[in-house]
């Protein structure tokens, strides 16, 4: 197995609120609300990690964790929440709306209110977004 080629199999399609993946640390099921807007897994520092970003709540000041990175086995390993200063107005950032594969590691997409969106990656050791920048 390459750096970037995970070792659980993720069973997920756009539209639907069923989220299985299996692997060596045995079969997981999540169950959304709604369905999530993105699903996608990956190694890194030696762990496969799965990525839900969650359906996105545009109400004005709903919260904006909508993103949760979850280990092979199932557990929580945090709850994302856009940085508290992209904005002037934090209350402006509806939350995650997508991520993409970049460079074997996720790319996620914040949406704001106003502002357009902007991108940035998960940093593993605190639970935070980084390399925040405007998305396209």
Known sequence: MTA????????????????????????VAKLCGLPP???MAWREGGETLVLVVEALDCTPFTPSDNAVVFRADGSELFRLRPPRDLLGDPDDVHGFGSAHPQHE???????????GDFQ????????????TNTWR
Do not use: F, Q
Request: glycine content about 10%; proline content about 4%; hydrophobic content about 35%.
């Open 37 to 39: 807007e993105s699903v």
């Open 120 to 131: 940035g990656r998960i940093d593993l050791e605190s639970g935070e977004i980084t390399d």
């Open 4 to 27: 970037h080629e995970t070792d659980v199999v993720v069973e997920w399609k756009k539209g639907d609120t069923a989220i299985r993946w299996s692997g060596p640390a045995g079969d």
């Open 105 to 115: 590691r996720p790319l996620v997409i914040m949406a704001t209110r106003n502002s």
